[in-house]
């Protein structure tokens, strides 16, 4: 069997043609392929249950059909025709397996392998490629920031997190990735390790919707696109992960925008060699951007964990930045604080479409927050500005409105910050009001 292929019993799927077949017979994604029924009209409706002659019209089609679209296999829904398999064009040896529909707020759990897989979120293409995405993903020979993420928008690569930790080489992991509303979580667990580790959270607004799911990272040496380890990934609902700030600093950006050389905060570095690890770096902090967009020439970025090695990088950090004489800043210690720092900010990046409440979830990691900024991003790209207006509109109606009435349910619960709270609960009342 050649190497982009993979057989699971009576299973074989080939990747380089994209087919999939059952016991020697070839299905079409979505299942055997069947002859298209004529439609249905009201003079073959029995007892006049029918009395209007326009039924066909209103038929639901596989492309309006609702399907279960959390707590299922990303496998499952490609058997049934709700996934498809995409070159990326950053490099043509990787790939993604991704759901056809655009979804917002959704969540990827997936078990993922050393330099040769990715979670996939948001992923959009133009019929021959995947162009634009978020990957979560884990490399081990960079030194003590093994597990990133970046994002891919106009060619150009992008990192906006980056965990502070080594892993060995080939390491299988549960990964967990999603997004909700502009903020992007990351959680990581190897499986030399019991528990999770601490989730980290971003701040992006460059991409609005896509498909989510899971991918191959052959160029860094898996040599054809099995790279999977296992198929077992599931797209599940979102939950809330958030973390609080220990340091909110500005970094000047360096790289070349590749994935290989993303742009990415210039921070401080002390190499060392480490028996079980190689090159270990023991200044690295764990670290997420603020809606960094690529034509600025610093980045904001917030921290939230220590080196692993040693105590005190954080501080480093800081006075590297300030060495350099740009911001270093206390992070706020409440909402009031937060609204206040934003908007000091914000005259410095006013390319900035992330707004006050997603800078307050991002440096507190308040749920309340969260709910908060998911509203304001439907909101505002929905009704106000609409920048990306054209992206949700390709997400469909009847899962947006499952998500606006799930998000206005939870914030209606939300017991602090009552007039917020009331405030978000409007600007979503409106939105499903309005509609889209």
Not at 183 to 204: E, M
């Amino acid at each position: 069997m050649s190497s982009g292929v993979v057989q699971i019993g009576d299973l074989v799927i080939d990747f380089e043609n994209r087919k999939i077949i059952c016991r020697g017979k070839e299905l079409q994604a979505g299942g055997v392929t069947r002859p298209i029924s004529p439609p249905i009209t009201s003079e073959e409706i029995e007892d006049g249950a029918v009395i209007t002659s326009k039924i066909a019209d209103r038929a639901v089609t596989r492309a309006k059909l609702e399907y279960p679209t959390e707590d299922i296999e990303i496998l499952w829904l490609y058997l049934i025709g709700k996934c498809k398999f995409m070159p990326a064009v950053w490099a043509k040896v990787d790939a993604g397996l991704y759901t056809i529909d655009a979804f917002t707020d959704k969540a990827v759990y997936h078990v993922m392998a050393d330099h040769k897989d990715w979670v996939l979120l948001r992923g959009r293409d133009d019929g021959k490629d995947l162009v634009t995405c978020y990957i979560w993903e884990s490399v081990s020979p960079r030194s003590t920031e093994d597990i990133r993420l970046l994002k891919w928008v106009d060619k150009t690569a992008t990192q906006l997190s980056s965990i502070a930790v080594d892993i060995e080489d080939g390491e299988v992991a549960d990964a967990w990735g999603q997004i909700v509303g502009s903020s992007l979580t990351l959680k990581y667990r190897g499986y030399s390790h019991d528990n999770w580790g601490s989730p980290l959270t971003a701040t992006d607004t460059d991409i609005a919707s896509g498909g989510f799911g899971i991918g191959f990272a052959s160029r860094y040496g898996s040599g054809n696109w099995m790279g999977f380890t296992s198929y077992h990934a599931v797209l599940r609902a979102p939950e809330s992960h958030g973390l609080r700030a220990l340091a909110v600093l500005e970094a000047e950006v360096v790289g070349s925008g590749t994935p290989e050389d993303p742009y990415r905060p210039d921070l401080a570095r002390q190499l060392d060699s480490h028996p079980r690890y190689g090159e270990i770096d023991k200044l690295a902090v764990t670290w997420s951007a603020f809606d960094h967009k690529h034509e600025h020439s610093t980045m904001l970025i917030m921290i939230t964990g220590d080196n692993p090695y040693q105590a005190g990088a954080i501080d480093k950090q800081k006075e590297h930045a300030s060495k350099k004489g740009l911001k270093v800043l206390s992070p706020p210690r409440d909402y009031l604080e937060a609204v206040e720092q934003y908007r000091k900010l914000k005259s410095d990046y006013p390319n900035w479409l992330a707004g006050k409440d997603n800078y307050a979830y991002q440096a507190l990691g308040h749920e309340a927050l969260e709910l908060f900024q998911v509203a304001d991003f439907y909101y505002g790209e929905l009704l106000e500005h609409k920048t990306h207006y054209q992206q949700l509109k390709q997400v469909p109606s009847w899962e947006v409105e499952r998500a606006l009435n799930r998000w206005r349910d939870r914030l209606q619960r939300v017991d602090v910050l009552h007039e917020e709270r009331n405030r978000h609960v409007e600007k979503l009342t409106e939105v499903l009001k309005k509609g889209w």
